[in-house]
């Protein structure tokens, strides 16, 4: 509830257009399950006009990323080989208009790089976000941003949901 709170709250007094939305935990926690729900949940939709997933993982290409965003929000395939051409391309797509992007399973820490991707994200619209899910705190950190951070489950907590779904008990 507070992620989807960070995701459809506009910030008022506020100049910043954009909002990172960062989801940090283990291999495993439900980073992504979590960003997936979030993203499908009907008060997200009817908040952002344009939306757009991208599975990162460990190759974190700047131009192959952005073209994948680009081709989710114009839907084309033929967005271009050059990187500058790709972003000016992503940015006129998404000027003064209000988005949600998803960057999951980020492992690069690169700044450099980080920062060159979220260059076009910019000319959106004030309540823009971008969610982040990432098992490195470091990326969180170079992001900017609150970071929410999943916490694995207790013992006793793994119990009862391995009775619940195996045993279809609640008490284990």
Not at 24 to 52: D, H, I, P, W
Not at 59 to 79: A, H, M, P, W, Y
Not at 103 to 115: A, P, Q
Request: hydrophobic content about 45%; proline content about 1%.
């Amino acid at each position: 509830m507070e992620i989807l709170e960070l995701l459809i709250r506009e910030v008022k007094n506020s100049d910043a257009r954009l909002g990172i939305v960062p989801i940090v935990g283990m291999g495993g926690v439900g980073k992504t399950a979590l960003a997936q729900r979030l993203y499908n949940v009907a008060k997200v939709n009817s908040c952002f006009e344009k939306k757009a997933w991208v599975c990162v993982l460990d190759v974190f290409d700047v131009l192959d990323i952005t073209k994948t965003i680009l081709r989710s929000i114009i839907g084309l395939s033929n967005e271009g080989k050059d990187l500058n051409e790709v972003q000016v391309k992503l940015n006129k797509s998404l000027s003064m208009k209000k988005f949600l992007v998803v960057l999951d399973d980020i492992w690069n820490e690169k700044y450099k790089k980080l920062t060159a991707l979220l260059k076009p994200f910019e000319a959106g619209a004030r309540g823009s976000k971008i969610m982040i899910t990432t098992r490195n705190l470091e990326v969180a950190s170079i992001m900017g941003a609150l970071l929410y951070h999943l916490r694995e489950l207790s013992f006793d907590n793994c119990k009862s949901l391995l009775a619940f779904h195996a045993l279809g008990a609640t008490n284990f």
